[in-house]
């Protein structure tokens, strides 16, 4: 792409070193106006410093949006109605927020005329996928400029001597005292870099940031009760509360219990294993919780569709899918199976597990206590159908037999 | 099935009171004669003793077996490269043994020429789906006496009451003090009934028998390295076993620790929806570490098609259909994709969770700790790729965009 | 079920033999009322004769309904936005209508007090399952019989020997002239029996009912145009019509070029495989014609999902859960993707083969000729972006590659 | 990639214009020697010329080889026991010849010491991912030259300009009289571009090469019998041959009996959707063959799993994974499905329909014409099963009937 077509830019701006030094490079290599846009995602920083910070860099229009209730209700509740877990472990917590981004920066570029978005993510990642696909779904002619794939300060070193000759504060570098790459939202926070290059390493204790480990959380167990309307928690403990706010709340209870690390090596997008470790205390209550209030209010059929389907979803938004229309259509149809999965379920959380001990639907249930019984009086169950069940489920199999079929 | 047809019947028969009224049932009824066959399992209780209650009610062809290795070796472990579970949750334990015991029901029918074979699974439950359609596959003209679906010994007092009536020793009940029904093998045990029959009740602490509560687990935690060949373990903590003594001293490991329990409301083959807690020991952490040399030995593609089949292959186990051709098909593929599943896993056990702490590969990691670095010297990696895939991924729904297409 | 309980049975009548042969037995056998409800649902026979014929045994209430239309629009259309196939083959046309019949039945059930419906459907076959599953999913509480599986007229000779007993006249038995069993309505017309239960025979020309032979079709193509909204037809040739008169036009078309003849061996859901051969003339139009509506506006990954669940949802509708939750599900989805299926698709029927010969459509088309030219002013495509994508989707393989990895 | 780097490039050379071009280009930009291939895939074209042309531009290494059979036996085969078709239309004619030409360009590159492959294909087509996934696959560390990609001659003047000044005949350009681009070997030809773009446009009847028109076609139907081993056909009315033998004979047959003409838009992988017309005349009796010889010797349930699974396996066919891990773990379930897929097919080829008129297996079918009367003596069918059968499919239903469920 020609880099003197560009006029404006709109820009993921996180207010640290890394993309203050793109937004210097944007300036200086575009020539172009920046605008930049930070957003409060729950991950736990204040975004309000990089109001100074672009401005001191000369951007006019900054945008700093607190999205937490929307990355909350609109991202992550949707996900897990679907009982998303990437390669059977991972709770996609940076995954889902990229398309919220990825929207916002749309939408900025639209108001403010940018004909441009920009974003730091590397060349070698996921997240570089997941913000230009959504990008482009949403605005087909955005232009977009990813400078960690065309810029030459590709190492630390020159990084920093960049920073250091325009006058960026070096102190700014986020995450300055850990070894760790790290990004982090409501939903979770991930670590990936120094050790962990080494699959069979172990992270050291002090990595993690949101839990206690499971040795220091509390000796005696937590319970804690969620309510679900139409597959989403609305009530915990019997206060009713927002989205964001579920997700906080879970945080702190799953944080204080030692619940929600996890260390997995996993297939990125572009091709290659990269080991990552995740804390996600809500999510992983989340999880365990929604499966339970399913078990007593989904049909099995709908049950298992959903089930199989899932990898798949969960690929769709790993890869960057958000706004692609099959993952919408196959909201719709999860969307569809939440209506009966109303009720409440009943948690223990002691020292890094989550256990279910209860389940209730007073509207939904389709757990019957007494489906043993009622035969004599409404006649849904005679053991004697099981006989003819059995017997026509195994003819193909007989049939097969008769004929000396084998298979192996 | 008229009764009067009946010569000689191979009974599958644990030696507890259930089996011993039906023994003596079916001598009356049918006035066949009746073979017995008691396996173990890795149950944990004495099989032998089921021979002098056999002798005592006039059987004279009495065969008891160890199948703990062959349980362990075809059945779970095979199971197990799947990383099969059901419903999101449960390990199978049951499910996976039923055809082993259906086999040899077979093999014993053909032996002593028994025209019938009889269990003692009720009419309302998936056992009785999965003997049946275990032996109707290997041998189509068997003849299936089920009589939990037949007599009317319906409730506990006419049973009791014919018990004592024939001089079957009331004492024989198997787990005599317990509310709840249990079975168990090397893969687990699980509990059904009593108060578990309300979802929303908590299971006493003193149901559980397989595991220390998280709270008693120690407070220290253990570690433990298991050596995978094609998909199996092999060796843990460098000693080299056979598969039972896997299980066996994994289900001590684990069971020292916590880990494995679960409580859940599962959907029968047979339609109903049922409360099971079940205890996993060993199979908790199998799971866990096989996901983990999977993740750096599998290619990405063979394993998230696995995940996608999963569901089926763990409903086809669930249902009954291990030894029908499209159990055997999902396998060879299974199987086929496990050639390069080699290496070790480390793991921290600690009061209730299983933790992967390192995984390696000698000979077939696919994870490469340079792939950062190796585009300088052999071109694998050039960040400006990523353009392009981005680009072209995005092209479809750049078109659409531009059509004005909205599919929502 | 014991018979004396029943007071009021609708019953599924079709004015000919078997079912007023039925219709008797029910009244002397379960001394009960039976009130007769006869469809016309395009079978091509007239349907007000089964009045007097009611009338006659004595039925008070009897219910005589046109449900072409219902038919059409409600069921086989949204069956064909599925592109909807069993094995590869079948176009499901006496599965779709029995949902109908059953939905019918409850109604007037409901509508009469009755507490059971009959049906004439055998014990081996499928339509059983279709009307049972149906009625039940419906109406929980209703007792169902089904005469064939539960009388003792089970060879011709006794039934007609009952049926001339009592006074019903033989002349009434349908497709009198045929040696095969039929079924028939707007969307095809079935034959089984007879010289099909060879599966080698080929059927005589003479069986085949509502289409010509190719060989006998019309030495000139017909071209057609058919106009889809949301992925149904509304116009044929520019004049707008109903679904029914859409399915009754095409098959007038399809009919005349001898067009959707078909003969197979399906597996059945009771477990056996079975022959039969079909006329589907314009079922066979219409599934060409909606892949070939599909192919220009719907996104690629919406079209491949919706084909790899397509198997799965077919199946749904043969086994007769067209009114489980699960298909349901589907359907919402499916239904979904059809919103930018607008267009025109023109075909040419040519002595039994249908060929697309054009499709377009002005609001939704993702089709673009000039893809190969926007390079240059709107840069959707720069071809050097091929290099990128192909090398990071190369990208696992080469890393197996360079490990040594063989799959096999 | 620099192109002082390459020392040797082995090209897939046609002998036509557009890779004669090529060679010279190579030659010229980057001053490496080229090696030849030229395959004879049965496209009906002499591939001996090529060798004259090569030797007059310098080559020394000439590769000419006949790869029918293998094309046939390993590649055409095994994707018909798949019942593979892309989008519910097309055969995969081209998709399928791609890899094996990707294999023997790399097996002459390891041969001839050459460090890189070069081939003709566009940068906006699918035949360039084809070559280049399945070259990568094989060998990680090649390098691949993609002229489209890479030069200017992106319009037909310059290339013809370029032909001229380096004396490269003009009149080599293949299918000079068509206004078409074409590709042909033993399963296909196709045809893109010229009028084919517009897609509402109707392709002349001229442009058609393998088939008569249905109209031109015989009056008087043609049989065939088909026998089949493990899938495969092995001999036609009686003859056996081999399997190239076989696809040449199914293409004489069905293309004069006018059969296997496809109009389709279909969905590239690169991101654009695209006309296309096709003539398969043998592979277009094969598929329809295929399922009826399945249809009476596979399991229902594998043939299901088969049948959701296709869509899969011919997208992976088509996108060019056929050397991926994932399309060879898909194949080996496939071909161990077809162990008893052994018998006869009857087919009537008539004016461009293929219809199956007999299928028969003597050793492995599971149609059993009996199954009506097998009851009284081998008790493998009771009608009074169904009630059973029917009374627990439905009780999920019921269930939920009776809580008031509602899914929509």
Redesign the interface.
């Known amino acids: 792409?020609s880099s003197s077509n560009v006029k404006k830019v709109a820009l993921a701006y996180s207010g640290g070193l890394d993309t203050s030094v793109i937004l210097k490079w944007l300036q200086e290599t575009y020539g172009c106006e920046v605008v930049t846009f930070t957003a409060d995602l729950g991950q736990g920083e204040e975004v309000e410093p990089a109001r100074a910070k672009a401005q001191a860099m000369g951007v006019r229009e900054i945008y700093i949006d607190d999205l937490r209730e929307e990355f909350a209700r609109d991202f992550v509740f949707p996900m897990f109605r679907a009982?998303a877990i990437y390669?059977?472990?991972y709770l996609l917590g940076t995954s889902i927020a990229r398309p919220l981004i990825a929207k916002r920066l749309i939408e900025i570029a639209n108001e403010t005329g940018a004909d441009a978005i920009a974003h730091g993510a590397?060349?070698?990642g996921n997240d570089?996928?997941r913000f230009?696909?959504g990008a482009?779904?949403?605005?087909?002619?955005i232009r977009?400029i990813?400078p960690?794939?065309e810029w030459d300060l590709t190492s630390r070193e020159t990084l920093l001597a960049y920073a250091e000759s325009r006058g960026i504060p070096i102190e700014m570098k986020r995450g300055n005292a850990s070894p760790y790459s790290m990004d982090a939202n409501l939903l979770h926070i991930s670590y990936e870099g120094g050790i962990l290059?080494?699959?069979?390493?172990?992270?050291e204790e002090t990595m993690w940031r949101w839990s206690v480990s499971?040795?220091n959380a509390p000796?005696q167990?937590t319970y804690v009760e969620l309510a679900y309307e139409h597959g989403d928690i609305v009530a915990i403990d019997g206060e009713r509360m927002t989205a964001a706010a579920v997700l906080s709340r879970l945080n702190q209870l799953g944080g204080a219990n030692?619940i929600g690390?996890l260390?997995?090596?996993?297939?990125r997008y572009?091709?290659?294993?990269s080991?990552g470790c995740y804390e996600t205390p809500g999510g992983t209550i989340m999880l365990k919780a929604h499966?339970?209030i399913e078990?007593?209010t989904l049909?099995?059929?709908?049950?298992?569709?959903k089930?199989?389907l899932m990898?798949?979803y969960a690929?769709l938004i790993y890869n960057g899918?958000w706004?692609?229309?099959?993952r919408?259509?196959?909201q719709?149809?999860i969307d569809?199976?939440q209506?009966?999965v109303n009720g409440e379920v009943?948690l223990?959380l002691?020292?890094?597990?989550v256990?279910?001990?209860?389940?209730?639907s007073e509207s939904?249930?389709?757990?019957?206590?007494n489906?043993?019984t009622f035969e004599d009086d409404?006649?849904?169950?005679?053991?004697?159908?099981?006989?003819?069940?059995?017997?026509?489920?195994?003819?193909?199999?007989?049939?097969?037999?008769?004929?000396g079929?084998s298979?192996?």
């Open positions: 792409m009982n390669e059977g472990e590397t060349g070698k570089q996928v230009e696909l482009y779904a949403l605005r087909p002619d977009v990813a960690w794939r290059e080494d699959p069979w390493a172990e992270p499971p040795e000796d167990p030692g690390r260390d997995i090596v996993e297939n572009v091709g290659m294993k080991r499966r339970a078990s007593i049909d099995r059929e709908v049950a298992h569709l089930d199989e990898p798949r690929s899918y706004w692609s229309p099959e919408r259509m196959l719709q149809m569809a199976s209506a009966p009943r223990k002691y020292k890094g597990s256990s279910v001990v209860g389940r209730k939904n249930s389709l757990f019957d206590m489906i043993a409404r006649g849904a169950y005679d053991q004697k159908d099981a006989e003819g069940f059995i017997k026509l489920n195994a003819l193909r199999l007989r049939i097969a037999g008769r004929k079929a298979f192996v």
